[in-house]
């Protein structure tokens, strides 16, 4: 929960004697916690002093360079790869280093691979209409515990909406509400005739 989590980060940061290894996905803990970011990248690791915000600025930083890098060794490659192509006698002359450096500038020209983790496949993307979702007048309870009171709300597309609360205060109940697991004591719920929905919860994608 929300409170937990703060009041974790309010412990770890009170004591600054203390030592502590952690992995999260919780940037904003990251943020709050951390003063030292390592980072294992393509079998290197990588260290920074500093915050979260700050690590990601220098990683940015360090790929942009390690971009421009590739680049500039793609035009030297150019001009070493003629080289190369020439008839075996006129490179005889010219010293075995360069032709080291000349395979060592051909791995240089490779770009960074990305991330196959990072990418998204949206497949064929039809088109969105004009109605996402639309909730009337819903209202749900659970005994004398009331969810929703005559609850009226319309989702636009490009919305991105974060349902932040303790824990059993209904986030999950309210997408249930929308998803159609979990039915209305009362209104309407209608969903766009061209919206796919699609829930990711702790246990995968529904």
């Not at 791995?107 to 496949?121: E, G, I, S, Y």
């Not at 749900?140 to 303790?166: E, P, Q, T, V």
């Not at 059993?168 to 009362?186: C, M, N, R, S, V």
Request: charged share 30%.
């Amino acid at each position: 929960s929300l409170a937990g989590v703060q009041w974790l980060a309010d412990l770890l940061t009170s004591d600054p004697k203390l030592t502590l290894l952690m992995v999260t996905h919780d940037r904003a803990f990251l943020e709050e916690v951390c003063n030292r970011i390592l980072e294992l990248d393509r079998g290197k690791l990588y260290e920074h002093e500093g915050s979260y915000s700050s690590y990601l600025q220098a990683k940015e930083e360090r790929l942009a360079n390690e971009d421009a890098a590739v680049q500039a060794a793609k035009s030297k490659y150019k001009v070493e790869l003629e080289w190369m192509r020439r008839q075996p006698q006129a490179r005889e002359s010219k010293s075995k280093a360069r032709i080291d450096a000349f395979y060592k500038l051909e791995k240089a020209t490779k770009p960074r691979p990305l991330d196959p983790n990072l990418a998204l496949d949206v497949g064929a993307q039809q088109r969105l209409g004009t109605k996402i979702i639309s909730m009337r007048h819903v209202s749900l309870k659970f005994g004398d515990r009331i969810m929703l009171d005559d609850f009226s709300y319309d989702f636009c597309a490009g919305d991105r909406i974060c349902l932040a609360g303790a824990n059993g205060i209904g986030k999950t109940t309210f997408t249930k509400l929308i998803t159609g697991e979990q039915p209305a004591d009362a209104g309407e719920i209608e969903i766009g005739e061209t919206v796919v929905l699609g829930v990711y919860d702790q246990l995968g994608l529904k």
